[in-house]
């Protein structure tokens, strides 16, 4: 028998749900490989929506209305399992350690919740114990904390008692998805089923579903009060300058967290523990002396604008609920009863749109200003101009040139011609690297992968089966670059070496399956446009229509098509193949195309290095005119210098 709602992910967030839709009446089941993994396990447990200073004020309210739920919440939790959750309204005091900090910090702070500034003498009355270098802080006393290992407990004890069916052990490889429904999803133990699926996987959601959510770790520590004090020397959360110590009431007392960005990498580190302590002993002292208990690390899922991914997504009946990065036991319980509404009644709350996944799908979802490289002269009133950058599945990029690594002659004139092509995106042949084709030998120390991001293409596959298979080639080629949440690939298809035209059916069709396993797809395509639609719908994360044939030079013979990608599509449309010269780059971008990738004619040119910097510039200063926006055509010639309004005699 299927379920009503099947969700994959075992941490707080998913068996909120869970338990929220089962209170409801729905069925449910919950799928995860390791309960225990889940950042709710790795967390110190502060709900902090006040201290954590969050800017943006749909968020503040979301931590708001979470932070009110709770004590209701817990308390139905607590009834229902006869366990403690150690939920304790102890507020948060976040001291500030130096004069002018203080000053700044007595700038009432934006918060949703009450704040009150604390001169340094009513500090230290206040929680002695504190450093000498405290020279005041803010107290926020609605904040409040709960032991998120024990709450994880109570939740899964709740959802067991209340018949949700939990599978452990098991690990989702895949959401199958037909005509915008997902129709199963694949796991270890086979296809499970139902006919609402929700996806609360954390930082490991972007494996099933190209969301830009990506693993940010935190490594945490705990010491125990010696038995010898008598009563709990900290009985409030101290929230200083990228450290926290939560006091818990059986004696123990959190330490957290760092906040890196290095992937799934595991284990903790000295320098990571180092960084804690330091910082912790000059906010409380006297834990320099208190027993460790126990270190630990867990991986936060992190979105772009650090906001979570909630509500309904490109498959009718998919839901998604992940990305709370630093809130995710806070925003519990709303997360639980916004969905539930949403999947069970199809109320959609208005908060909701701000969460929305499209956000990151748009062309034009964050501002920031045009830089360009503007030569000596230029003035610089005429070096702005307002533009978004360029967002790939959630990923910003500054520069609308991608390049590659074919063709050129030395491996040294392939690394200047990238960093003078100023691309941020270098696309990788993965069959060539696997036979260690000529130029792309040695290519993880021939470019910095810490600033270049790599785009694998499926280069020299003739059907979709073979570019399925060296598309997750690709993936582990990046992970061993470090660059482990990349799910990007750039999907070529092309049967016929002569003519190298790229086969229509065979990429609609593996784009399909790679959107499902998670890639965000580029797909090289003809340029046709309702192949770009079909493709788009699909899910892919952009389109690349070609502009001639590959390698070609021939410059843009289907400007026409491609005009019509472009004014149809919802994602970027990167024009790729046969540029030739910077003319044409800068036409294709003032056609509006929202980048470029451009190989051959540089990796060809008599001088590669320069003709990178000439594409930079031909690329920038074409998105600059498509901002400016070019005059009209007229059949006839006007005068520059209009005659009306001339004296004559
Ligand atoms: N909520 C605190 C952290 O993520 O470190």
């Given amino acids: ?132 270098e405290v020279v005041g802080g803010w107290w926020y006393p609605e904040d409040a904390q709960v032991d998120n290992r024990a709450l994880a407990q109570v939740l899964l004890t709740a959802a067991k008692s209340l018949n949700v069916e939990l599978k452990e052990g098991i690990a989702v490889e895949g959401i199958q998805q037909q005509q915008r429904q997902v129709v199963g999803v694949q796991t270890s133990a086979g296809i499970l089923r139902a006919e609402h699926y929700v996806l609360a996987a954390g930082a490991w959601s972007n494996a099933l579903f190209p969301l830009p959510v990506r693993p940010i770790k935190g490594q945490m520590l705990s010491v125990r009060v010696p038995e010898f004090v008598p009563d709990l020397p900290l009985r409030r959360v101290l929230f200083g300058e990228e450290i926290y110590i939560v006091p818990r009431r059986d004696g123990r007392i959190i330490v957290g967290a760092t906040i890196e960005n290095v992937g799934f990498t595991p ?36 979105t772009p604008d650090e906001l979570p991914i909630l509500g309904t997504s490109s498959c009718e009946n998919l839901t998604f609920a992940t990305g709370h990065y630093r809130n995710g036991i806070l925003l519990a319980p709303v997360t639980a009863a916004l969905l539930a509404d949403l999947i069970l009644e199809q109320k959609t709350d208005p908060l909701l749109s701000h969460f929305h996944y499209s956000r990151f799908h748009t062309k034009s979802s964050t501002n920031s200003m045009l830089t360009y490289p503007t030569l000596k002269t230029q003035k610089s009133e005429l070096s702005t ?125 593996a784009a399909e399956q790679l959107v499902k396993e998670g890639f965000a797809v580029l797909p090289y395509i003809n340029s046709d446009p309702m192949l770009a639609k079909h493709l788009e719908e699909v899910g892919c994360a952009t389109v690349m229509p070609l502009a001639s044939p590959i390698g070609s ?27 030739g010269a910077p003319s044409e780059a800068a036409q294709a971008m003032e056609m509006g195309a929202d980048a470029l990738l451009i190989n051959s004619a540089i990796a060809l040119a008599q001088n590669p290095p320069a003709m990178a910097h000439a594409m930079n510039l031909a690329t920038v200063a074409g998105r600059l005119a498509y901002l400016a926006g070019r005059m009209p055509i007229k059949t006839y010639a006007i005068a520059s210098s209009p005659l009306t309004g001339t004296v004559t005699s």
Avoid at 82 to 106: F, H, M, N
Wanted: with cysteine; aromatic share 6%; proline share 6%.
């Fill in 553 to 579: 030079g021939q410059g843009l013979k289907t400007a026409a098509n491609i005009q019509i990608i472009i004014e149809n599509a919802k994602v970027p449309v990167v024009v790729d193949a046969g540029i």
């Fill in 385 to 509: 101009l307002e533009d978004s950058p360029l967002q790939i599945a959630g990923k910003t990029f500054q520069s609308r040139l991608m390049t590659g690594t074919g063709k050129y002659r030395s491996i040294e004139e392939m690394q200047q011609s990238v960093v003078k092509s100023g691309c941020q995106i270098v696309t990788v042949a993965v069959r060539r690297v696997q036979t260690n084709a000529p130029g792309h030998e040695g290519l993880a120390e021939a470019l910095d992968w810490t600033k270049i991001w790599m785009l694998p293409n499926t280069a020299g596959c003739k059907t979709t089966e073979e570019a399925i298979r060296v598309a997750r080639l690709g993936r582990e080629m990046a992970k061993l670059l470090g660059q482990e949440d990349n799910n990007f690939v750039k999907l070529e298809v092309i049967p016929n070496p002569k003519y190298l035209l790229p086969d229509p059916i065979g990429t609609l069709q």
């Fill in 267 to 302: 284990h903790n580190t000295p320098a990571g523990i180092q960084t804690l302590l330091q910082r912790a002993i000059r906010l409380f002292p006297q834990i320099q002396n208190y027993p460790i208990q126990e270190l630990w690390w867990g991986f936060r899922p992190a």
């Fill in 1 to 132: 028998m299927t379920s009503d709602v099947l969700i994959m992910g075992g941490g707080v967030i998913s068996m909120a749900i869970a338990i929220e839709l089962k209170l409801r009446g729905a069925k449910v089941i919950v799928v995860s490989r390791d309960f225990d993994a889940a950042a709710t396990h790795a967390a110190a447990g502060m709900l902090a929506p006040g201290a954590e200073i969050i800017s943006d004020e749909t968020m503040q309210e979301l931590c708001k209305r979470s932070s009110y739920l709770y004590p209701d919440w817990i308390s139905k939790l607590e009834e229902f399992t006869s366990i403690s959750t150690g939920y304790w309204s102890c507020g948060v005091l976040t001291p500030v350690l130096w004069k002018d900090e203080r000053d700044k910090g007595a700038i009432s702070p934006s918060s949703p919740l009450p704040a009150y500034w604390l001169e340094k003498e009513a500090i230290h009355q206040y929680q002695p114990g504190l450093g000498e």
